[in-house]
C-alpha cells in the first residue's frame, strides 16, 4: 500500500488536535512554549542563518558535551556514504572568546568523522554564533533529548 503525499499546512490541524487530546496539559505547554518563543526573539535570540562551507581543521568536538564516537556507527555511513544526503552538521561559534576560530559541534559529529575520513576537506555546517559558553552543552541536551 502507497502512502499518501500531503502538504504539511493540510496535516497541521490534526496534529493539533491530536496533541490536545493526547497530551496532559498540552494548552499550558503550548502557552509556556510560544511565551518562551517571544521573549527569545526579543532577546535577540534568531534561527540560524544559513548553512556554511568550513575548513574541517576548524571543527571541534568537546566532550564535556559530546559522547564518544561510535566507531560502527561510522563504518556504517561509510559503507552507504551519499554525499546527496548528507546533512549539515550543526555547531556553535563562541564569539568574544579565544576560541572564535573554532565551531564546536553539537549535532554530527558521527557524520563529520566520515567525511574527514573520505577525504573531505571542507564540510558543511549550521553555524549558531552566540557568545553564551554553554550554549553547545544547552544545544547537544535539547538535539539529543528532543529531536
Given at each position: 500500500m502507497q502512502r499518501e503525499k500531503r502538504k504539511l499546512l493540510d496535516i497541521l490541524p490534526e496534529v493539533k488536535s491530536a496533541l490536545a487530546n493526547t497530551v496532559k496539559g498540552w494548552d499550558g505547554i503550548l502557552t509556556g512554549?510560544?511565551?518562551k518563543l517571544k521573549k527569545d526573539l526579543d532577546k535577540g535570540?534568531?534561527?540560524?542563518l544559513g548553512v556554511e562551507t568550513i575548513d574541517i581543521s576548524k571543527i571541534w568536538i568537546d566532550y564535556s558535551v559530546q559522547r564518544d564516537i561510535k566507531h560502527k556507527h561510522v563504518a556504517k555511513?561509510?559503507?552507504r556514504f551519499d554525499p546527496r544526503i548528507c546533512?549539515?552538521?550543526a555547531g556553535v561559534k563562541l564569539l568574544g572568546s579565544e576560541e572564535e576560530d573554532r565551531i564546536y559541534v553539537y549535532d554530527g559529529q558521527h557524520?563529520?568523522?566520515?567525511?574527514?575520513?573520505?577525504?573531505?576537506n571542507e564540510i558543511q555546517v549550521c553555524v549558531i554564533e552566540t557568545s553564551e559558553k554553554t550554549f553547545p552543552a544547552y544545544a547537544f541536551e535539547v538535539c539529543n533529548d528532543s529531536g
Open positions: 512554549a510560544k511565551n535570540k534568531r534561527f540560524p555511513i561509510i559503507e546533512m549539515p552538521a557524520r563529520l568523522m566520515t567525511c574527514a575520513i573520505l577525504g573531505i
